[in-house]
């Protein structure tokens, strides 16, 4: 079954760019109905939604970040990627990439609902 | 921006007790796109419902989801000792409630 793995530095500087990719396996990035989404989790606290991309590049971000925010999908290595810049003590928190299943009904919107997820990788945000 | 709020925040009940938690959204929504997760300490969210009231594979059918508009609810009709953990409802794939915290009283 399809697989999501999160990499990238654990540490990054204030001011400087927070960058983590996800690979995907099992499967192809490109195939079906599915969005690739990253979210973060603050310790001790709730999941915000950073934003999603479709495989054709399509992007859809939080808005509360989307000036900072970068997704990007790679089709051919079947990664996706966040770009964060100008980070603070603010963006330290476990950061998961999820596939969001977009099933297609008729006649009714479709569902949306992220059924596969990453373990999640830490990121710290400290000089 | 839809905001969802989740009630209660915390939840305390004993293991055979029946939990409700609550999902409200700030303007209506389609059931089409509320979906609800699980979350254990030190793992990532796991699914359990979406469309509302469709139970994703290999969930337990103790557990329900029910609800339409602005208001949505998941239910667990007996609690097992596995069931304590954070329960977060989401809209379109993308933004979550702040979440419930079912502790075990």
């Known amino acids: 079954q399809v697989q999501l793995q999160e990499s990238g530095p654990g540490l990054v500087k204030p001011s400087q760019t927070l960058s983590l990719t996800c690979t995907v396996s099992?499967?192809?990035?490109?195939?079906?109905?599915?969005?690739w989404s990253w979210i973060r989790q603050p310790a001790g606290k709730g999941l915000e939604w950073i934003g999603r991309?479709?495989?054709?590049?399509?992007?859809q971000y939080n808005p509360s970040l989307k000036s900072r925010v970068t997704i990007s999908v790679d089709t051919s290595k079947n990664q996706f990627s966040l770009r964060l810049i100008s980070v603070t003590a603010a963006d330290t928190a476990v950061y998961y990439c999820?596939?969001?299943?977009?099933?297609?009904?008729?006649?009714?919107?479709?569902?949306?609902?992220?059924?596969?997820w990453g373990k999640g990788t830490t990121v710290t945000v400290s000089s | 921006e839809i905001v969802l709020t989740q009630s209660p925040g915390t939840l305390s009940l004993s293991p055979g007790e029946r939990a409700t938690l609550s999902c409200r959204a700030s303007?209506?929504?389609?059931?089409?796109?509320l979906a609800w997760y699980q979350q254990k300490p030190g793992q990532a969210p796991r699914l359990l419902i979406y469309?509302?009231?469709s139970r994703a594979t290999g969930i337990p059918d103790r557990f329900s989801g029910s609800g339409s508009g602005t208001d949505f609810t998941l239910t667990i009709s007996r609690l097992e000792p596995e069931d304590f953990a954070v329960y977060y409802c989401?809209?379109?794939?993308?933004?979550f409630g702040q979440g419930t915290k079912l502790e075990i009283k």
């Open positions: 991309i479709y495989s054709t590049g399509n992007t």
């Open positions: 099992g499967g192809s990035i490109s195939s079906g109905s599915y969005f």
């Open positions: 469309a509302a009231s």
């Open positions: 303007q209506s929504i389609s059931t089409s796109y």
């Open positions: 999820a596939r969001v299943t977009m099933a297609l009904q008729i006649a009714a919107p479709n569902y949306y609902y992220m059924d596969v």
């Open positions: 989401q809209q379109y794939g993308s933004f």
